[in-house]
């Protein structure tokens, strides 16, 4: 059973800095697209970031372009994202995926509630 565990959600103020991790241990990290999601009250999940295997290859929202950075580091089994410059509608439960195929893994969700 593959888990994904995600600390770091809280709340923030406007404009502060924020970075999630997800953590898999026992898991073929360095195989797998890592991704973000998020999901606001009332709103379908929506794609946030994603990064490929080796990170080399990176793609964002155009709602967070600019703001959010997402990176890996596969030596720990671990992805991260950076957000920076938070706004309030960046409010919402965000979840890690990782993605191999038909293999899709979801973290459990943390809360990010921005400010203002």
């Known amino acids: 059973q593959v888990q994904l565990v995600e600390p770091g959600g809280g709340l923030v103020q406007l404009g502060g800095p924020l970075r999630l991790s997800c953590a898999a241990p026992g898991f073929t990290f360095n195989a797998y697209t890592m991704n973000w999601y998020r999901q606001a009250p009332g709103k379908e999940r929506e794609l946030v970031a994603s990064i490929t295997s080796t990170g080399g290859n990176r793609n964002y929202a155009d709602s967070v372009k600019g703001r959010f950075t997402i990176s890996r580091d596969n030596a720990k089994n671990t992805a991260y994202l950076q957000m920076d410059s938070l706004k309030p509608e960046d409010t919402a439960v965000y979840f890690c995926?990782?993605?191999?195929?038909?293999?899709?893994?979801w973290g459990q969700g943390t809360q990010v509630t921005v400010s203002s």
């Open positions: 995926n990782a993605n191999l195929y038909r293999n899709n893994y």
